[in-house]
Protein backbone atom coordinates (compact mmCIF):
# COMPACT_ATOMS: atom_id res chain seq x y z
CA UNK A 1 0.00 0.00 0.00
CA UNK A 2 1.76 3.54 -1.15
CA UNK A 3 1.60 6.54 1.06
CA UNK A 4 1.49 10.12 -0.60
CA UNK A 5 2.35 13.68 0.71
CA UNK A 6 1.89 16.86 -1.32
CA UNK A 7 4.20 19.41 -0.70
CA UNK A 8 4.85 22.91 -2.54
CA UNK A 9 1.85 24.40 -2.08
CA UNK A 10 1.19 28.23 -0.90
CA UNK A 11 0.08 31.81 -2.21
CA UNK A 12 0.68 33.05 -5.35
CA UNK A 13 0.15 36.20 -7.55
CA UNK A 14 -1.98 35.65 -10.72
CA UNK A 15 0.39 35.11 -13.91
CA UNK A 16 3.18 33.05 -11.17
CA UNK A 17 4.36 29.82 -10.69
CA UNK A 18 4.28 26.90 -8.63
CA UNK A 19 5.50 23.57 -8.50
CA UNK A 20 3.78 20.93 -6.62
CA UNK A 21 5.38 17.61 -5.30
CA UNK A 22 3.63 14.28 -4.07
CA UNK A 23 6.42 11.98 -2.20
CA UNK A 24 5.40 8.41 -2.28
CA UNK A 25 6.52 5.33 -0.19
CA UNK A 26 5.24 1.89 0.74
CA UNK A 27 4.56 0.56 -2.30
CA UNK A 28 6.33 0.03 -5.84
CA UNK A 29 5.90 3.06 -7.15
CA UNK A 30 6.60 2.04 -10.70
CA UNK A 31 3.53 0.41 -11.17
CA UNK A 32 0.64 2.99 -9.98
CA UNK A 33 -0.68 5.65 -12.27
CA UNK A 34 -0.81 9.31 -10.46
CA UNK A 35 -2.87 11.93 -10.93
CA UNK A 36 -3.49 15.47 -9.94
CA UNK A 37 -6.80 16.52 -8.39
CA UNK A 38 -7.74 19.43 -7.11
CA UNK A 39 -10.77 20.72 -5.04
CA UNK A 40 -12.68 24.13 -4.53
CA UNK A 41 -14.63 25.48 -1.38
CA UNK A 42 -18.09 24.05 -1.91
CA UNK A 43 -16.70 22.22 -5.14
CA UNK A 44 -16.53 18.85 -6.31
CA UNK A 45 -13.11 17.22 -6.70
CA UNK A 46 -12.04 17.66 -9.93
CA UNK A 47 -9.32 15.63 -12.30
CA UNK A 48 -6.53 18.30 -12.88
CA UNK A 49 -3.66 15.88 -14.91
CA UNK A 50 -2.69 12.04 -15.01
CA UNK A 51 0.29 10.44 -16.02
CA UNK A 52 1.24 6.92 -16.70
CA UNK A 53 3.09 4.07 -15.02
CA UNK A 54 6.64 5.14 -17.29
CA UNK A 55 5.67 8.61 -17.52
CA UNK A 56 5.01 8.59 -21.66
CA UNK A 57 1.52 9.52 -21.66
CA UNK A 58 -0.32 12.70 -19.83
CA UNK A 59 -4.02 13.68 -19.90
CA UNK A 60 -4.92 17.31 -18.30
CA UNK A 61 -8.22 18.74 -18.06
CA UNK A 62 -8.99 21.25 -20.53
CA UNK A 63 -8.65 24.55 -18.43
CA UNK A 64 -4.82 23.61 -17.67
CA UNK A 65 -3.60 22.64 -20.86
CA UNK A 66 -0.85 24.44 -22.04
CA UNK A 67 -0.10 25.47 -18.32
CA UNK A 68 0.62 22.93 -16.17
CA UNK A 69 2.59 19.99 -16.69
CA UNK A 70 2.58 16.69 -14.92
CA UNK A 71 5.86 14.33 -14.63
CA UNK A 72 6.94 12.10 -12.40
CA UNK A 73 10.61 10.56 -11.45
CA UNK A 74 10.70 6.59 -10.88
CA UNK A 75 13.93 7.03 -9.32
CA UNK A 76 12.87 9.12 -6.99
CA UNK A 77 9.27 7.47 -6.02
CA UNK A 78 8.00 11.41 -6.86
CA UNK A 79 5.04 13.14 -8.80
CA UNK A 80 5.21 16.54 -9.50
CA UNK A 81 2.28 19.31 -11.36
CA UNK A 82 4.43 22.43 -12.61
CA UNK A 83 1.50 25.13 -12.71
CA UNK A 84 2.46 27.87 -15.01
CA UNK A 85 0.20 30.90 -15.62
CA UNK A 86 -1.80 30.44 -12.20
CA UNK A 87 -5.36 32.18 -12.03
CA UNK A 88 -7.27 33.31 -9.24
CA UNK A 89 -9.77 30.24 -10.59
CA UNK A 90 -6.81 27.52 -10.12
CA UNK A 91 -7.52 28.19 -6.17
CA UNK A 92 -7.78 24.94 -4.55
CA UNK A 93 -6.57 22.30 -2.09
CA UNK A 94 -4.50 19.89 -4.72
CA UNK A 95 -4.50 16.28 -3.91
CA UNK A 96 -2.01 13.29 -5.55
CA UNK A 97 -3.27 9.91 -5.83
CA UNK A 98 -2.27 6.61 -7.51
CA UNK A 99 -3.95 3.45 -8.41
CA UNK A 100 -2.76 0.33 -9.52
CA UNK A 101 -2.33 0.78 -13.92
CA UNK A 102 -2.07 -1.09 -17.05
CA UNK A 103 -2.38 1.71 -19.49
CA UNK A 104 -3.10 5.27 -20.05
CA UNK A 105 -3.86 7.31 -17.54
CA UNK A 106 -7.24 7.56 -15.55
CA UNK A 107 -9.23 10.72 -15.14
CA UNK A 108 -11.95 9.16 -13.09
CA UNK A 109 -11.54 9.42 -9.28
CA UNK A 110 -13.74 6.29 -8.44
CA UNK A 111 -10.22 4.68 -10.46
CA UNK A 112 -7.64 5.81 -7.84
CA UNK A 113 -6.97 4.18 -4.67
CA UNK A 114 -4.63 6.18 -2.82
CA UNK A 115 -4.46 9.47 -1.59
CA UNK A 116 -2.40 11.81 -0.41
CA UNK A 117 -3.50 14.87 2.70
CA UNK A 118 -3.72 17.85 0.28
CA UNK A 119 -1.77 20.55 -0.02
CA UNK A 120 -3.61 24.33 -0.23
CA UNK A 121 -3.15 26.66 -3.44
CA UNK A 122 -4.31 30.02 -3.15
CA UNK A 123 -4.09 32.36 -6.53
CA UNK A 124 -4.08 36.29 -5.56
CA UNK A 125 -5.49 38.46 -8.32
Known amino acids: QVQLVESGGGLVQAGGSLRLSCAAS????????LGWFRQAPGKEREFVAGISLSGTATAYTDSVKGRFTISRDNAKNTLYLQMNSLKPEDTAVYYCAAYVSVGRPSSAIRDYNYWGQGTQVTVAS
Open 26 to 33: GGTFSWYG
